[in-house]
């Protein structure tokens, strides 16, 4: 049973670019989470999507991310005009179903790198 | 303040040392309290998870949670360079429908043969 996969592992944009991350969840997983984790600092929670819908949104800046999980595919985080700012590694986590406390399973990550 | 503190270290020990790693917390609503460890350049794999109170071992490491003094801590005994990682505590409180994760910024450990 293949983990999280995430693609691509590394990305290079230029500054006013778009960036968009990809996230397999695990099978049989319809919840993903994504994070992001800034140098010398923890993993920072952005949303919490289920297929098709956003649950949790509280976390993602309020202007040019966005994040997409639909019925089929992979879920989508998507940065429009990146900035340096943006630089940082992206993880994706997967969980079956929520119940409280489930364990979420994470993906290697995608490391942005805005210049 | 943040929800989640934690000491960056690094934490520099020899191989066989007891090494204990804590972190606090100031929202009383957490219930469910983790402990990942990040190799460099990898993904955070589940070390520990405990709910609510008391103590949880697993092999060479135990996890502690004082809910009264808002405290977690996880030990790991003989420790191995193999042990040398980024030690992350999280929490959650599964409220409102959402089981996000607050994570501390980690502690790096580095255990010397």
């Known amino acids: 049973n293949a983990g999280v996969m995430q693609n691509p592992r590394h990305l290079v944009r230029r500054r006013g670019q778009e960036a968009r991350l990809r996230c397999s969840p695990m099978?049989?997983?319809?919840?993903v989470y994504w994070y992001r984790q800034l140098p010398e600092e923890g993993l920072k929670f952005m949303v919490y999507?289920?297929?098709?819908?956003?649950?949790?949104e509280s976390g993602m800046p309020k202007e040019r991310f966005s994040a997409e999980f639909p019925k089929e595919g992979p879920s989508i985080l998507r940065i429009q005009q990146v900035v340096r700012g943006d630089s940082a590694a992206y993880f994706c986590?997967?969980?079956?179903?929520?119940?409280?406390?489930?364990?979420?399973?994470f993906g290697q990550g995608t490391r942005l790198t805005v210049v | 303040q943040k929800e989640v503190e934690q000491d960056p270290g690094p934490l520099s020990v020899p191989e066989g040392a007891i090494v204990s790693l804590n972190c606090t917390y100031s929202?009383?609503?957490?219930?469910?309290f983790m402990w990942y460890r990040q190799y460099s350049r990898k993904g955070p794999e589940l070390l520990m998870y405990?709910?609510?109170?008391g103590n949880k071992e697993d092999g060479r490491f135990t996890a502690q949670v004082d809910k009264s003094s808002k405290y977690i801590s996880l030990f790991i005994r003989d420790s191995q360079p193999s042990d040398s990682a980024t030690y992350l505590c999280?929490?959650?409180?599964?409220?409102?429908?959402?089981?996000?994760?607050?994570f501390g910024t980690g502690t790096r450990l580095q255990v010397f043969p």
């Open positions: 999507l289920q297929k098709e819908n956003i649950i949790d």
């Open positions: 405990t709910y609510s109170s």
């Open positions: 999280a929490m959650s409180s599964a409220a409102y429908n959402t089981d996000k994760l607050i």
């Open positions: 099978k049989g997983h319809s919840h």
């Open positions: 986590a997967s969980s079956p179903f929520f119940r409280e406390g489930t364990e979420a399973f």
């Open positions: 929202n009383s609503a957490f219930q469910y």
